[in-house]
Antibody, heavy 121, light 107 residues
């Protein structure tokens, strides 16, 4: 059974770069899309980016200039970097996998537990 | 960007009763819509994809319907474990977007 685990610093200073890693265990990282989603305190979900195992990526337009995601198939890890953070980037950050069925890719069927990131000095 | 609007924001229901949650898209998403359940402090759980297909292990009391811009999640007989926040999400066009959520609370 595939499991995801996010890791990274819980506190980031304003203007710095937030860096997170998602480790995939119990299954292969190949043939799937891997995504990053965040949820500010008391608010809704925001899909930030996704990356295919081949390395192709897509970023939400509002954050595109600050976001980078990459994949390391040898380590079964996906990473996320968000630069120039502000208090508005304080959120729980989740990594997740898109469901793949014979009809294609769908919603997110496997999620990490999430990691809380606070932006503060 | 497609805006997803969920209603109501909060739904008060007694255990055993039916709950009907709505989700509207600002433009057609065909049937590329998913529903998630989220409990406090937990990650969301996929309930429905393709607007009406239950994900693995999801009980039959959860039913999704709709296409285009109007979607509904019906929980036929609410169990204690169903009180949570429900999110809809479109994956028809990037950026994929979520609704603001509906909180289903005990009446």
């Amino acid at each position: 059974q595939v499991q995801l685990q996010e890791s990274g610093p819980g506190l980031v200073e304003p203007s710095e770069t937030l860096s997170l890693t998602c480790t995939v265990s119990g299954g292969s990282i190949t043939s799937h899309y891997w995504s990053w989603i965040r949820q500010p305190p008391g608010k809704g979900l925001e899909w930030l980016a996704y990356i295919y195992y081949s390395g192709s990526t897509n970023y939400t337009p509002s954050l595109k200039s600050r976001l980078t995601t990459s994949i390391d198939t040898s380590k079964n890890q996906i990473s996320l970097k968000l630069s120039s953070v502000t208090a508005a980037d304080t959120a729980v950050y989740f990594c997740a996998r898109r469901l793949l069925t014979p009809s294609g890719f769908h919603g997110l069927d496997v999620w990490g537990q999430g990691t809380t990131v606070t932006v503060s000095s | 960007e497609i805006v997803m609007t969920q209603s109501p924001a909060t739904l008060s229901v007694s255990p055993g009763e039916r709950a009907t949650l709505s989700c509207r898209a600002s433009q057609s998403v065909s049937t590329n819509l998913a529903w998630y359940q989220q409990k406090s402090g937990q990650a969301p759980r996929l309930l429905i994809y393709g607007a009406s297909t239950r994900a693995t292990g999801i009980p039959a009391r959860f039913r999704g319907s709709g296409s285009g811009t109007e979607f509904t999640l019906t929980i036929s007989s609410l169990q204690s474990e169903d009180f949570a926040v429900y999110h809809c999400q479109q994956y028809n066009s990037w950026p994929f977007t979520f609704g603001g959520g509906t909180k289903v609370e005990i009446k």
